[in-house]
């Protein structure tokens, strides 16, 4: 098994995904050590669900100048990154040969979509509006 973590800014457009081995407290401290880092000054402030191998606000594991705020539990819905994940997953589902490349090369187009100029248009498809 192998893991994609990400996250999306509502304010600047970015996106920030990693390529991870597992799902566990450490994957999670380690991606949230390599979200902070991409951004030294900001705050960085996460919307997420409750799932056990996601750290909780609190914890002494959790990075410098990163916030968390649970979802109520069984409300993915109101993440938009699960929409993009959602989006990965019919992706896959529609093609032919499923080789690790083939996988790669879908995650690439995936993550192409989030460019900073194409993040806004994907909040509004998502009926966010951040003004």
Known sequence: WEYLYGALSVVGGEAHF??????????????????AASD?????????????FHLREGDPRLPERVRLLDLPPYSPDFNPIEKAFSRLKAMLRKIGERTVSGLWDLIGR?????KPDECANYFSSCGYDPD
């Open 40 to 52: 030294p000054e900001a705050i960085h402030v996460l919307v997420r669900d409750q799932a056990g």
């Open 110 to 114: 995936l993550v192409d979509i989030f």
């Open 18 to 35: 990693a390529h991870l081995p597992g799902v566990s407290l450490e994957w999670d401290r380690s991606y949230l050590a390599d979200l």
